[in-house]
RNA sequence: GCCCCCAUCGUCUAGUGGACUAGGAUACCGGAUUCUCAGUCCGGCGACCGGGGUUCGACUCCCCGUGGGGGUACCA
């Protein structure tokens, strides 16, 4: 019989979501789609101090940006409910009961200044820093003895003294650990609440979870995770740790690395689909040489054991390639729905366009976006078409709008293109060529100080069409402002110029 | 410190004992494109961490180093 995949996504709300716990997401989400399984979202919010409500939608969003879906959540309800850790709480009530009954678990009364000193002999002493122990055989005037003295108590799970704990992992192969290396995690905390060991263990049971995949750096838990099965007599699920990506210093990507909040990379203009497939390459290979694979290519050919178990340094400079693939490719209509967003956050649109104004705002993009990489880029290098308040760049000072020949064939320029009855490339080419003709000059020589005029760069799309974008006197009044500027010796090199 | 994992161009990776003069992508550099380039096309640079084995033959398998990472919590 077919066994039915479960995955789940289980990430703990506290603050916001990084592109390594979507990268987790994302592997969750192919395999179980591609097996036809079910996807559970799973909110383990088992750490009251850092856990916030807001959290949650953080996570929703994130997830949905990248286009995963779930079956099973908070949210969406589901067989398993429910899906909030902290919703739980008498669940796992009934397994420490069923630990303490089989002799499991105890209950130790050691504070965390004890527990600190004790961490800090071993030490010192060059042996594993650990739990020693100390509460697990305590008679019960013992106990009673601490609790006159007001002490609170927490709950650990009597962990194996010999032998090994292996784990059978998918991607990282079979690890083996020593039990003698590791004390007694606690599993229920002073507060009443669980910690992860014993909620992951449970949960995971209780979901039928078939399939954990989870980051490495759960890895040494496992150890702990097999042996609360063992005792509480629950079959493990399979497991699948993935490697840790890495920010360009090669350690675990942190806040510390900028940008990691997946919403950092939705502003800055990253499309959902380019990281989606550039997430999915971390870790993972097609085995082709293709790079730029759809959804549905990459759903096809995945699998966990195609999966490496190295650690991968996320690129950004290579995200930012794929992402202007991507954008290269994209419908400019559908584009244009992500850029007005950021544009309207810069200022540079307004909060409502007309419907004529969104297709003209379709038109600008699709004039641009085979030269952009990350969509915020409409804020700097588009500028231009929002605003006639932009700055002059220094190499477009430099080359042309500090000449004094520029101002005469910018003042020509802008009599002859304010006299057009015609406002469309071809009437605009037609004048500009004209003028250059007229006056014995290469087009090259009328058109660079007029983009420089335009558009304040030395760079950019078509000048005919890019002005065509923008308002006739918009564009004789940013012509003449330029010769005025020139004439007067305004537009010189500033001094920080950088080298070119 | 101790435990575990990892190791191919700077980066993402292909490679599962002979197909390797080690392939692709990105980044970088150069050329072309005369309407610019941060776009496009073409080209170039660039790696099997080191040492021992095993084998007729190792990038590939084993061991030892080295380097990197993760863990070592009443965080997950």
Redo the contacts with the bound molecule.
Sequence with gaps: MAEQIRVRF???P?GYMHIGNLHTALFNWLFARQQGGAMVLRI???????STPEALGVVYDGLRWLGLDWDEGPNVGGPYRPYVQSERLEIYQAYVQKLVDAGRAYE?????EE?EEQ?QL??AR??????DGRCRDLTEEDKQRRREEGR???TRFRVKETGNTIINDII???????NA???D??IV???G?????L??VVDDHLMEITHVIRA??????TQIHLQLQQALDIEPPRYAHL??I?GE????LSKRHGAVAVTDYAAQGFLPEAMFNFLA?????P?????ILSRQQILERFSLE?C????????V??A???N??YV?RADPQYLADWVLPILQEADLMEAEPSHQRQQWLVAVVELMQ??V?LLS?FT??ARYFFTDDFEY?NRARREWLNDAQTPPKLTALANRLEALSAWT?DTI?GTVRGLADELGL???KV??PC?AAVTG?????????LMALIDQSAVVGRLRRAADLSAASELQPSGDEESQ
């Design positions: 289980a990430p703990a506290t383990e919010d088992t750490d009251e101090l850092r130790c009364f050691c504070t965390p527990l961490r071993m030490r060059g042996v594993p820093p650990r739990y609170e108590s927490c990282q192969g079979e690890v083996t650990y020593d290396l590791i004390g995690p606690v905390k002073t507060s609440y669980p910690t992860y060991h909620a992951v490495v750096e759960h890895l040494p838990n490697p840790l890495l210093d090669r350690t675990k390459l971390l870790g993972w290979s085995g082709s040489e293709e790079e195609a490496g178990s190295s650690p991968s340094v996320f690129d400079a290579k930012e390639w794929m202007g693939e290269n085979s030269r990489k880029t700097t290098w760049e490339p080419e290469s087009a090259a058109i660079h983009r760069t030395t760079i950019g799309p078509s000048l005919f069409h």
